[in-house]
Nanobody
Framework: QVQLVESGGGLVQAGGSLRLSCAAS????????MGWFRQAPGKGREFVAA????????YYADSVKGRFTISRDNAKAMVYLQIHSLKPEDTAVYYC?????????????????WGQGTQVTVSS
């Protein structure tokens, strides 16, 4: 089991940057691939980015490639999402999740453990 707590969200102007953090508890953190998802008002939860357990491989949704960077620090049990060039359409609650089922990184059903989310609001 792993517990996840996100932080770092807030209100930012378009074009700005944020770094979201996800703190994990549990001794098995380094064995999990990790992902970030987001959910905008009235929409479903969508994949944003994922990183393998070692940090050697990363995956991104096409809509965020070149602007978002996922990273992790296994020694600190932390996952990060650096966001640049924020757009109003990036407004959403951002969730950190631990991937427990092998297969597609983009599929939310492969993630069993979720944080409570952190709100990101981008003003135009």
């Amino acid at each position: 089991q792993v517990q996840l707590v996100e932080s770092g969200g807030g209100l930012v102007q378009a074009g700005g940057s944020l770094r979201l953090s996800c703190a994990a508890s549990g001794r098995t953190f380094s064995s999990y691939s990790m992902g970030w998802f987001r959910q905008a008002p009235g929409k479903g939860r969508e994949f944003v980015a994922a990183i393998s357990s070692s940090g050697g491989s990363t995956y991104y949704a096409d809509s965020v490639k070149g602007r978002f960077t996922i990273s992790r620090d296994n020694a600190k049990a932390m996952v990060y999402l650096q966001i640049h060039s924020l757009k109003p359409e990036d407004t959403a609650v951002y969730y950190c999740a631990a991937k427990t089922i092998s297969g597609d990184y983009f599929f939310r059903g492969h993630y069993d453990f979720w944080g409570q989310g952190t709100q990101v609001t981008v003003s135009s």
